[in-house]
């Protein structure tokens, strides 16, 4: 047995520490670390209220509309506040830009460079790849960083910037979209369209979100040249079903919430029986006994971040959350699981939780992203109001629940006098690379992690490398 | 990440157009691990020249001086420590953002990580380097500031850099590029009509003026924020929010941030440079100016009074 540390483990949001046990080959054992701790909770404490709005969006600069929606939802909960139906769909669309914008970065930018890595230069496939995903190099970024800019302008129609807006309140959006702009934010979309189809798929988004099997999924590829198809055969062909396996229940919040049910479910799905069940927010608490954290009250409506560097059992800035004492995984596989998606079921029943998974769930959510914020655009009620005025009451409670790209992000806040009497987050990252509890149970990543092998590699593993980006980590947002 | 929205065929062909080639970035290049380390080592050791260290995010020295709130994974050592050996090695330094350049908002509050900016802790000069640095080429830091900064203020400044064509005359008060930073918000603001008569919006998503009641600083702070689109043509007013002066020192420390903080009714916060007794004389005679149809376009979510002929005339 030999311990080897991964780091700076880069190609992810923010800065990661990985260590591995290695025992004949393979991870034995994982211990992830989140090395930057910045405050955020203790900055956000004995503010005015309505301060969440600017500071909590500044956690993060590719989850920062993610991060506006939870805290605009927390304090809704708060005042008790409906937002204006137009806000609500606005909302949605600047969240489904980014989530879908964050899915590209991660597919393009972080994950498919380690297939044109020199430890492949055997591999068949190993010249056209290198071509096309080289980091910063390969021929996918000409094509990859105008759509993505080109995507991200619905930010400036209808939240001013991205990122770091404060376009989205507690009653809606701060900007009433006029009927040239509607026509503005469809051609955006559509061209967004185009490219998935062209680029990505390969083929119409009506036929990829048609697709509800594995078997459809495979005879549908057969003779296909998009990047979506290219993942598939180097999965195929690299075993990449077999590696990053989770066991941990997948867990959503729901995604783009409105007046009616959200766009997609809410829930908790056990992947090793595939039963669903009822999630319950009341059962999530936070453990520190592995964190450089203080000990107090688990749950995040009573808890406080106080940090103690000095802790002789801490590994990670972060706090471990556990949902009735279970980590569970969250992301776009988790979404799309919980929602129901016939092929991501189909690939679950099959082979689990995933490094193939993982992926295959971002790109048909993306697809199916691209139709939604279609329709929420033309929803809009143009003569109506965006945004209403909120009467305050600035006393109490409230949870803002969301599902940013990476999943599962909860702001838990309790207002008192108008200010900010306590403030907790939860990221999705917590949830994914948690460290170990009391019990010693692993956090998501750190079980994902055993069994992959390394080779002669150590350190360098490439299949490390996937396991780890599969999750596609958002490091500043998991201790904040 | 703002930066790789940069450019019209990408931020990585910005970068070459300009000869730039990054040795290794965190969120994009293929080096990792021990891969990453090789190239700081070699940095270190001389073996290879350092022409700029970008940094974004704030210095975090605590708990204690130690850094140890911000370690760089897989080195044992902090950023802290890690910036200390890179700086003066370095042709140019720059601080990619308000947290870099001044602390930002991790430095707000009771500022728990003992976070500063490279060069300055909020308007004060030292910060993590010391006032007195100055990278090889005899600049101070480079600050981009900027929650987020714009693209193309990074890709500017960097380019210009790598042209040999920024001086210190080229940066401001606060090492802030001047082609960015000598312009205020408020330039070329597309409620500017709304400014002029003091028409001002009294709730959030209204058209008015933002300055009077609902927290703007566009006129207090610097930027060419509304000359150059954001994601392609918005800006923080044209979303209908507030200019919080994220390119100043110090923003993270305001309060309210969509409410102007008002002393006997007058804004404390006024235009830079425009003495306070010529504002209120002006404020209100172009409020007793104001044509209808800017005073009722003022407080709608859409435009209620469109302009006409004889729309805008005032009944005696």
Known sequence: MRRITVGPFNRVEGDLEVKLDIDNGAVASAQVTAPLYRGFEQILEGRPALDALTLAPRICGICSVSQSMAAAAALRAVEGLAPAENGTLAANTAHAAENVADHLTHFYIFFMPDFARDFYRERSWYVPIAERFTAMRGACVAEVLPARARLLEIMGILAGKWPHSLAFQPGGTTRAIDLGERMRLLAIIADFRTFLERVVFDDTLDAVLALDSAEALDRWRDGRSGDFIRFLALADDLALDSIGRGSAPLMSYGAYHGDAAPLFAAGVLDVTTMMRETLHIGTIAEDVSHAWMQSGPGAPALSETRPDPEKPDGYSWSKAPRLAGRPVEVGALARQAIDGHPLIIDLLRRSGANVKTRVVARLIETARLADAMESWVKAFRLREPFCHRPTRRAEGAGVGLVEAARGSLGHWIELSGDRIRRYQIIAPTTWNFSPRDAGGVPGPLEQALVGTPVGAEGAASVAVQHVVRSFDPCMVCTAH | ?316
């Open chain 2, 1 to 316: 990440m703002a930066a790789l929205e940069h450019g019209a065929s990408g931020w990585f062909a910005a970068l070459e157009t300009f000869g730039v080639n990054l040795l290794w970035h965190p969120s994009v290049s293929e080096a990792t691990a021990g891969e990453a380390t090789a190239i700081f080592d070699d940095i270190v050791s001389g073996r290879r020249p350092l022409h700029a260290l970008m940094l974004e995010g704030s210095v975090l020295r605590g708990p204690n001086g130690t850094g140890r709130f911000n370690m760089l994974a897989g080195t044992g050592r902090s950023l802290l420590d890690w910036i200390k050996s890179l700086a003066p090695l370095a042709d140019y330094v720059i601080a990619v953002g308000s947290c870099a350049a001044f602390g930002g908002v991790p430095a707000a509050g009771t500022n728990p990580t003992d976070a500063s900016g490279l060069q300055y802790l909020d308007t004060e000069l030292g910060g993590a380097l010391g006032a007195e640095f100055r990278s090889r080429r005899g600049l101070p830091v480079v600050n981009v500031a900027g929650c987020a900064p714009h693209p193309g203020w990074i890709m500017e400044t960097l380019a210009a850099l790598a042209l040999g064509d920024l001086a210190a005359s080229d940066l401001d008060m606060y090492a802030r590029p001047k082609f960015y930073a000598d312009h205020l918000a408020h330039h070329g603001c597309a409620r500017n009509e709304f400014y002029e008569f003091k028409a001002s919006a009294e709730a959030l998503s209204e058209r008015g003026c933002l300055m009077e009641h609902l927290g703007c600083k566009a006129t207090q702070a610097v930027g060419d924020c509304n000359q150059r689109a954001w994601n392609g043509g918005g800006s923080c007013t044209h979303g209908g929010f507030a200019c919080i002066a994220c390119t100043s020192p110090g923003f993270e420390s305001g309060r309210n941030y969509l409410e102007t903080a008002k002393l006997a009714g007058i804004p404390v916060g006024l235009p830079l440079d425009m003495p306070k007794a010529w504002f209120v004389a002006l404020a209100a005679l172009s409020k007793s100016a104001t044509p209808r149809r800017v005073r009722a376009n003022a407080t709608a979510d859409h435009i209620v009074a469109p302009p006409a002929r004889d729309g805008g005339r005032r009944k005696p």
